[in-house]
């Protein structure tokens, strides 16, 4: 399955505004050094499971450009309609992010969703309910992983809530959830130790998951995780 790479940068904006790299120090990496730095782990953006964590996402850049890899090798190896969409589901679970600026995480979460709805309808361009629970899943999957947050502090800017990823774990065509706080992730990892995000083989730690229960969930299904099981 082959498709067409779309643009990485858009309007190839390094900057929005001087107020915002006044106040925040927000300029946004070039398209050719998006591309030099992730040539560096070009097996591990090459590899679908292999979790990524921008903890300045803004706009996206990096986590574009990685879910463009991530996708093309999909094309390679799918041979079927479930194979597409659930790997390609994979690759969109595998992808956070964190940003201080709400604009920025929802341009994230748009840009991250037109990249997959753009591939996925170049394969299968016929509306369909099946494609509408596939396509409301992804959306859902990249509001829990693209979130407005301090990575610093380990919480949302206002400091009333703490940042929670999800954990998304496909068996079979089934997708397991469970919720951690990344303060609760951060907080047995030494400087120079492991790390949840790492899949190069680094010793892992077993972190503590928050108490909600949501079952295994078929994974063109999962925007129906509104409430979890508790």
């Not at 992010?97 to 969703?113: A, H, M, Q």
Request: with cysteine; charged share 30%; glycine share 6%.
């Amino acid at each position: 399955m082959k498709h067409t790479e779309p643009g990485l940068m858009g309007d190839n904006r390094q900057i929005k505004s001087k107020e915002r790299v006044s106040a925040h120090g927000e300029v946004f990496t070039a398209e050719r050094e998006v591309d030099a730095m992730l040539d560096l782990v070009k097996q591990e953006t090459e590899r679908i499971d292999s979790r990524f964590l921008e903890p300045a996402c803004g706009t996206g850049n990096f986590l574009a450009r990685i879910l463009q890899r991530k996708l093309a090798v999909v094309d390679d190896t799918a041979h079927s309609r479930p194979e597409y969409e659930l790997q390609a589901l994979v690759a969109v679970t595998s992808l956070y992010g964190i940003d201080i600026l709400p604009d920025n995480v929802e341009e994230c979460r748009e840009r991250l969703y037109d990249t997959v709805q753009d591939a996925y309808r170049q394969h299968f361009p016929l509306p369909d309910p099946h494609t509408d629970d596939y396509l409301r899943s992804v959306r859902y999957v990249l509001g829990r992983n693209i979130l407005w947050g301090d990575a610093l502090t380990l919480r949302t800017p206002d400091g009333a809530q703490a940042i929670v990823f999800s954990e998304w774990s496909a068996v079979g065509y089934d997708i397991q959830r469970r919720d951690f706080t990344l303060d609760e992730l951060m907080r047995n990892r030494p400087l120079e130790g492991p790390n949840l995000f790492s899949d190069l083989g680094d010793e892992a730690f077993i972190p503590t998951p928050l108490p909600a229960h949501y079952p295994l969930t078929r994974y063109n299904q999962l925007y129906r995780h509104e409430q979890p099981d508790l």
